[in-house]
């Protein structure tokens, strides 16, 4: 039984709570299924479609970037301060970390050491909101709608369960979701609209720019230029952004020189690692093992350049939109902590969303 025909069962059977969480990158490219322009915003669209298929609840994995951009930034502050394992590998590409973990794993302890957004919030699901809902982990399953093929692969990664029970039970594309809605007749053009449901429902413009090249860099800088210059609260980080396999920025955030390397490519990242002298030179090292980012990934609809510059430009247009634009400051993640994870880098969030790689307030 594959992926898709495991997901159909179980949402006809009703014996699971099945829940959905979409990645950001999914919301400028899935109507490219449905005969819609390239790049059009189908968040309320792709939602509807989702409950009318029959998931009961459907949440945003932005937000886990958003929690996943706090614990992220919280360990390089730590890092920067003590000159620990730097540079910092960013840890939300699957492919990048088994490409890094296969061909050079002397290096596997510069990642970051929070778990990705799929896997934040899997665990998120069944931990926080089935405490709030009152529902066993084991009567939940969770189905991650995700542009990258790969993630199926990381579901299944064992550091990716507590006691037994996976944080992600099943894992579609773009490409898998598009066959299971036209299976069930259900078509883009002709849904309601519905918003995510609540608790890990309204995401930062941050989190959602998680799905372009460089996107996952700005949103850490967000946090951090916020967190050590509070005065200052620098959103807008442009120079991040570009096409090119290989991007590099100097900047200094509250006096602290900081030099980034933005990566798509894993040839691109290969030869920087090479450069020894290159990668010591390093605070931050985004990779992403596709072009333009998970917009361009594997289990997304066939893109061209152009096509992934029409997606970058969409997912930038909501960031630009949204009120919230630093992961810190939205008010589901602070009530998150407040009630549940209570500090970054807590016991319990050192528990949930990190691995044991390494820690920054572990051992």
């Known amino acids: ?59 945003d994995t932005s937000v886990a970037a958003d929690v996943v951009t706090v614990e992220e930034g919280i360990e390089f502050i730590s890092r920067l301060e003590k000159k620990e394992n730097l540079p910092l590998f960013t840890s939300c590409c699957p492919g990048s970390m088994a490409f890094i973990e296969n061909k050079h794993s002397e290096l596997v302890y510069h990642f970051c050491t929070v778990k990705s957004p799929q896997q934040t919030m ?9 405490k709030k809902m009152n529902i066993p982990q084991e009567k939940i399953f969770v189905v991650s709608i995700m542009p990258c093929a790969v993630k199926k692969f990381e579901s299944r990664r064992p550091e990716m369960d507590f006691n037994g029970i996976h944080h992600v039970d099943a894992v579609l594309t773009t490409k898998d979701i598009a066959v299971l809605l036209k299976n069930l ?23 959602q720019i998680f799905g372009v090249t460089g996107g996952v860099s700005e949103s850490l800088l967000r946090f951090v230029s916020h967190k050590l210059e509070p005065e200052k609260k620098k959103i807008e980080f442009k120079k991040l952004r570009g096409k090119e396999g290989r991007r590099e920025i100097e900047l200094s955030i509250a006096g602290k020189k900081l030099k980034i390397a933005i990566v798509h490519g894993l040839q691109n990242l290969n030869n920087l690692i090479l450069d020894k002298n290159e990668f010591d030179s390093f605070q931050v090292i985004e990779m992403m093992a596709c072009p333009g980012g998970c ?28 009120k919230v634009r630093v992961s810190s400051d939205n008010p589901e993640v602070k009530e998150l902590y407040k009630s549940f994870l209570k500090n970054p880098g807590s016991e319990t969030a050192k528990e949930l969303l990190h691995t044991r790689r390494i820690c920054f307030k572990c051992d």
């Open 122 to 130: 899997g665990a998120l699901i069944k931990t926080y909101y089935a």
């Open 295 to 322: 917009i361009g990934g594997g289990g997304q609809p066939v893109s061209t350049p152009e096509i992934r510059e029409k997606r970058i430009q969409a997912l930038r247009k909501i960031d630009s939109k949204e």
């Open 1 to 59: 039984m594959d992926e898709i025909e495991r997901v159909h069962e179980v949402l006809e059977y009703k014996e699971k709570i099945v829940v959905a969480q979409i990645a950001p990158a999914l919301r400028v490219s899935i109507g490219e299924e449905f005969g819609f322009p390239v790049g059009k915003i189908l968040t309320k669209k792709f939602v509807g479609a989702l409950k009318q298929a029959g998931f009961q609840k459907v949440f």
């Open 185 to 207: 007749k259900i078509d883009l053009n002709n849904v309601k609209e519905n918003d995510f449901d609540s608790l890990l429902e309204n995401a930062s413009g941050a989190g």
